[in-house]
T-cell receptor, first 113, second 113 residues
Framework: EPEVTQTPSHQVTQMGQEVILRCVPI?????FYWYRQILGQKVEFLVS????????KSEIFDDQFSVERPDGSNFTLKIRSTKLEDSAMYFC???????????FGPGTRLLVL | TQLLEQSPQFLSIQEGENLTVYCNSS?????LQWYRQEPGEGPVLLVT?????EVKKLKRLTFQFGDARKDSSLHITAAQPGDTGLYLC?????????????FGAGTQVVVTP
């Protein structure tokens, strides 16, 4: 069964460093999303991406964040200068339809020291 | 922000009992999705409901979408220890959004043998 994959599973970085989180969405999906979940809190929407551009973003997704689909399979989230409060689980999701079923990856646990 | 309220927050029952988890909002959603999440893992999609009044069954799990598409419930019949987990509801709107999911805080279900 097709699934969303994410790498790395864990990332530890120093405050101020750049990190890139990688995702491979389900191959025939067109809508891609990043969410995050701070420990003990709700899953929060960050950004959606369709047709090679950002379609929607939350207040969390400021200038330090960017997304890219560099080729036909990968979808990346870059945080330019990490802050302590960026520590969270980051989930990638994909969907075949806007508003349709979203399938989540296993997540990347990011720890900023 | 359209809030999704889940109740109860925590539910502990004996094996064989039935349970119902509720997901309520004051806003209308285009679709509502139920997930199950294990600690340290990504949400796993259980079902998507899109039509008001819709009922879907997945073995011992029954999902209902309210007529007005503002609320939903998950009912588990004859719960088993394997049903233990965090159940999340998440709503999507396509009228003013590209389908980003708004998550509830979750209901932690514990089924003891």
């Amino acid at each position: 069964e097709p699934e969303v994959t994410q790498t790395p599973s864990h990332q530890v970085t120093q405050m101020g460093q750049e990190v890139i989180l990688r995702c491979v969405p389900i191959s025939n999906h067109l809508y891609f999303y990043w969410y995050r979940q701070i420990l003990g809190q709700k899953v929060e929407f960050l950004v959606s991406f369709y047709n090679n551009e950002i379609s929607e973003k939350s207040e969390i997704f400021d200038d330090q964040f960017s997304v890219e689909r560099p080729d036909g399979s990968n979808f990346t989230l870059k945080i330019r200068s990490t802050k302590l409060e960026d520590s969270a689980m980051y989930f990638c999701a994909s969907s075949g339809l806007a508003g349709g079923a979203q399938y989540f990856g296993p997540g990347t646990r990011l720890l900023v020291l | 922000t359209q809030l999704l309220e889940q109740s109860p927050q925590f539910l502990s029952i004996q094996e064989g009992e039935n349970l119902t988890v509720y997901c309520n909002s004051s806003s209308v959603f285009s679709s509502l999705q139920w997930y199950r999440q294990e600690p340290g893992e990504g949400p796993v999609l259980l079902v998507t409901v899109v039509t008001g009044g819709e009922v879907k069954k997945l073995k011992r799990l029954t999902f209902q979408f309210g007529d007005a598409r503002k609320d939903s419930s998950l009912h588990i019949t004859a719960a088993q220890p394997g049903d233990t987990g965090l159940y999340l509801c998440a709503g999507a709107r396509t009228t003013d959004s590209w389908g980003k999911l708004q998550f509830g805080a979750g209901t932690q279900v514990v089924v003891t043998p």
